[in-house]
T-cell receptor, first 112, second 113 residues
């Protein structure tokens, strides 16, 4: 069965520092991969998605993610974090039957 | 601006009540979903619909049912609400192609007393 693991429940980084959020998936075929962000009291917003092609994907708000098939990973990165990036981040995988499976989320705290 | 709307942001019900959560999308999407979001558990799929009157169970369908009579509307029904169904409920929709990412509604925070 498909599954998504986000090993870090909470991460704290200083403003201006770089960020990497980890995501590992389990899926037998070529996955469709997504990162969403949920700010406090807000709905889920799509940051970026990967379907095929270039394994480095650019998203909104300066985020990028890299698909590594050999490691079954799709880690999210940002070179310089802003205080407004404090939120919860969810990784998701879509299968060929139009279902989407989400990880348990990583809460990002940004120190001034 | 494309939208997924949910009928209530906050809802308080009593144990044993029948509860209806409504979701409407204006993007002409074939697929619609109901997820439940709990701290530390992420989003768990309750039910999925890929066409009018078509539905499929997700990972946690027990205690829930769904209805999709029109393409734009997908309802989640708690036949007899219980306290362990207190949660945030998120509706989403997507295109039929696997290239369509889900669009989410704002969520309904349901409290069952």
């Amino acid at each position: 069965a498909q599954s998504v693991t986000q090993p870090d429940i909470h991460i704290t980084v200083s403003e201006g520092a770089s960020l990497e959020l980890r995501c590992n998936y389990s899926y037998g075929a070529t996955p469709y991969l997504f990162w969403y962000v949920q700010s406090p009291g807000q709905g889920l917003q799509l940051l970026l998605k990967y379907f095929s092609g270039d394994t480095l994907v650019q998203g909104i708000k300066g985020f990028e993610a890299e698909f590594k098939r050999s490691q079954s990973s799709f880690n999210l990165r940002k070179p310089s974090v802003h205080w407004s990036d404090a939120a919860e981040y969810f990784c998701a995988v879509g299968d060929n039957f139009n279902k989407f499976y989400f990880g348990s989320g990583t809460k990002l705290n940004v120190k001034p | 601006d494309v939208k997924v709307t949910q009928s209530s942001r906050y809802l308080v019900k009593r144990t044993g009540e029948k509860v209806f959560l409504e979701c409407v999308q204006d993007m002409d999407h074939e697929n619609m979903f109901w997820y439940r979001q709990d701290p530390g558990l992420g989003l768990r799929l309750i039910y999925f619909s890929y066409d009018v009157k078509m539905k499929e169970k997700g990972d946690i369908p027990e205690g829930y049912s769904v209805s999709r009579e029109k393409k734009e509307r997908f309802s989640l029904i708690l036949e007899s609400a219980s306290t362990n169904q207190t949660s945030m409920y998120l509706c989403a929709s997507s295109q039929t192609s696997a290239r369509g990412n889900p669009f989410f509604g704002p969520g309904t925070r349901l409290t069952v007393l």
